[in-house]
């Protein structure tokens, strides 16, 4: 568990440097003080570099992301979430752009997670629950290219968990009879994420009633499935 003195997004503030005492002498109680500062500062280093190594980031679309912002940042162990576009082909698209298609982004919901609290695994899980990921370009009454399935990994590792993870939520759901599962799992790598408009961002949390389209295929994550690592 990190600890909540320490920020792990935040490099910890600089070290001054102490002289040693002269040949044969004894540390001024000045110098004592300013060593052990030294010695705090740097465990306080450490400890940064260590949390900092526990982060990942991950990116989801589900549909509209006002809802699927909510579900992620109410899961223990994810830091921080923001809304907004990827996966298009204009620079610094605007909501009213991306609504009509013509920009080819999907909205998306960019989280921090804390990997010492929360699994890429259980994002995943998360992820394929929340929405249906079987309807293309669509999610309920929400119509369009923008609402599409997609997920943006970061890592190898993420790719390949969420290509077996795929593979074991389709074999779920097609004994319920559900069709094939449409979303696009593509790397990160080079894709800019456009931070949305400050009004979308955890927008249900400054509107708890508002609008939450989530579709489902009701269908629970097989937790007994194998071959995705924690």
């Avoid at 589900?62 to 990827?86: H, I, K």
């Avoid at 074991?168 to 599962?181: D, L, N, V």
């Amino acid at each position: 568990m990190l600890d909540p003195s320490v920020n792990p997004l935040v490099p910890p503030a600089g070290i001054e440097p102490a002289h040693p005492p002269p040949e044969g002498g004894a540390l001024s109680p000045e110098l004592r003080g300013r060593t052990s500062l030294i010695y705090q500062r740097v465990a306080s280093l450490g400890m940064w570099h260590q949390n900092r190594q526990m982060m990942e980031s991950a990116y989801f679309a589900t549909g509209c992301f006002w809802g699927a912002e909510r579900r992620f940042w109410q899961l223990d162990g994810v830091v921080s979430t923001s809304v907004g576009y990827m996966g298009g082909t204009r620079p610094q698209p605007n909501y009213e752009q991306v609504c009509t298609g013509v920009t080819g982004h999907a909205e998306i919901v960019s989280l921090t997670f804390d990997t010492a609290v929360i699994s890429y695994r259980r994002l995943l899980e998360e992820f394929w629950t929340m929405h249906d990921p079987t309807t293309l370009n669509s999610q309920g009454n929400d119509i369009g290219t923008q609402y599409r399935s997609a997920i943006f990994t970061t890592t190898p590792e993420q790719m390949t968990m969420a290509l077996r993870s795929m593979e074991i939520y389709q074999a779920e759901i097609i004994k319920s009879g559900c069709g094939p599962i449409v979303t696009h799992v593509l790397s990160a790598s080079g894709v800019t994420f456009w931070p949305a408009e400050d009004y979308h961002q955890r927008y249900l949390e400054k509107n708890p009633n508002g609008y939450d389209c989530h579709s489902s295929t009701g269908i629970p994550f097989p937790q007994a499935s194998v071959g995705i690592n924690d």
